[in-house]
């Protein structure tokens, strides 16, 4: 399976500001998606991030407050924006290639104060 | 509207002391089934996969069956290592995962 690396691991932030988190795979992959974790709850699918084009967004996300890029199939990146307390989550991204498995990263775990 | 649920919620266990932990689900066309580990602060740790009816997987203590309408995560003689979040999930059409809310296991010495 791939190896998926997420940089920062951890950040404290104040609110209002923006935080950009990175997910590098060691392998080129189909799919890449970004999954949000709040204290004590599963995970919730943001968005699939789509290669060269915009990403596809789940209800109740919008692309203002969380937008991502994915400039080629090895590496995405996934921005918090106008950050408040509520933001305060695990942030994970995950891919998938051929089939319907997926993998995770380490996650980012993003304090909002 | 596909679903996945997952019980107990929470799991204590004495060293030694086996038990199961249910996942059940509604899906349309099931694509596969798949259990992760989830230990805090970190990300789900792929344990599983099962894809029809009768399937099942085994790794170290921990074994995983599945029927029409759910799938259990079998835990024999578990060790305080056991300890984490069990998650299952069901992947929707052409995109990404639904998961249950999960089941803690603490396993005490």
Redesign the interface.
């Known amino acids: 399976s791939a190896v998926i690396s997420q940089k920062p691991s951890r950040d404290i932030c104040q609110r209002g500001t923006s935080l950009t988190i990175q997910c590098q795979v060691d392998s080129q992959v189909t799919m890449m998606f970004w999954y949000r974790q709040q204290p004590g709850q599963s995970l919730t699918l943001i968005a699939t991030a789509n290669q060269g084009s915009e990403a596809t967004y789940e209800s109740g996300f919008v692309i203002d407050k969380f937008p991502i890029s994915r400039p080629n199939l090895t590496f995405s990146t996934l921005t918090v924006s106008n950050m408040s307390p509520e933001d305060s989550s695990i942030y994970l991204c995950s891919v998938r290639d051929g089939s319907y498995e997926q993998y995770f990263g380490p996650g980012t775990r993003l304090t909002v104060t | 509207e596909d679903q996945v649920t997952q019980s107990p919620e929470a799991l204590r266990l004495q060293e030694g002391e086996s038990s199961s932990l249910n996942c059940s689900y509604t899906v349309s066309g099931l694509?596969?089934l798949?259990w992760?580990r989830q230990d805090p602060?970190?990300?789900?740790?792929?344990l599983f996969?099962l894809y029809s009816a009768g399937e099942e997987k085994e790794k170290e203590r921990l074994k995983a069956t599945l029927t029409k309408k759910e799938s259990f995560l079998h835990i024999t003689a578990p060790k305080p290592e056991d300890s984490a979040t069990y998650?299952c999930?069901v992947?929707q059409a052409g995109?990404?995962?639904i998961?249950?809310?999960?089941t803690t296991l603490s396993v005490s010495s």
């Open positions: 694509r596969g798949f992760y602060g970190k990300g789900p740790e792929f996969t998650l999930a992947p995109t990404a995962l998961f249950g809310k999960g």
